[in-house]
């Protein structure tokens, strides 16, 4: 396991400070607030903690409500809904300083047999042909990317290995490209067999490049290259296979529309064999600067 994943787990090994109230802790960001996948991951940690062990993560309904201190606790609530025969039910409330700055529900599912079909996996290239994040940042330093941005960049996705399918949008500045993008990603290292541990990875990463295919519509860079400003508004995952983060994930994403100084992302999560394991929509800010 690198030393960066082990410091990602560690984030999200809360503490219980009372039953059903546990506190978290951030970690440096690319900007200045606490990174939205951090959060959500946090929180569906301390719901899953309030679910007997025969359940699984099967959803989640999340609204991220005020900008996230990265130098402060965050201290996450937890209520037991509902305990149902096959379902469980928690919302959790995530709050500092006084306010709420996150609310998520999440339902759990005991494992049954049922009727069983999906989306076909769309084409990709084998994610080992693909250039790592340490090969291809680099390339735009003092180019379209500062090089401080590059660094913190890298430093922020040490965790985790993502590889772009095509060029990403800060590669593609004035170019409108098809609202489209892919990744593959996975861990860097493997991890334990416990799968609330693999659905919370799984959503950490999934707030990274959701929006993009809405800045590749436009041939924008995004907030990297300062030429739009963004923010993650809601979100909501359905996890409908089993699936390990430490093994390759294709993460297909695109956008059906952009609109008001708001974007929408939606996307489905496969594994390396073609197994559709979750679908993913996003709505989030995103604003051209005005001069």
Known sequence: MSEALDDLLDLLDLERIEQDIFRGHSRPTI?????????????LVAAGRTVPDDRTAHSLHAYFLRMGDPGAPIVYTVDRIRDGRSFATRRVVAVQHGQPIFHLSASFQVHE???????????????????TAAERLPEY??????????????????????????????????????PHSQVWFRTNGKLADDPLLHVCLATYVSDMTLLDSVLLAHGRGGWAVGDVVGASLDHAMWFHRP??????LLYDQESPSAHGGRGLGQARIYTQDGRLAISVIQEGVVRVPRD
């Open 141 to 178: 330093a003092g180019n379209t990317l500062h090089p401080e941005i590059v660094r913190r960049m890298l430093e922020a996705r040490a965790a985790v290995d993502i590889r772009y399918v095509g060029r990403p949008p800060y590669a593609s500045i004035g170019e409108r490209r098809e």
């Open 31 to 43: 900007v200045p607030r606490v990174f939205g996948g951090q959060v959500a991951a946090q929180a």
């Open 243 to 248: 699936f390990r983060a430490d093994e390759w």
């Open 113 to 131: 047999e049922g009727l069983d079909h999906q989306a076909s996996m769309p084409e990709a290239p084998d994610p080992e042909t693909l250039p």
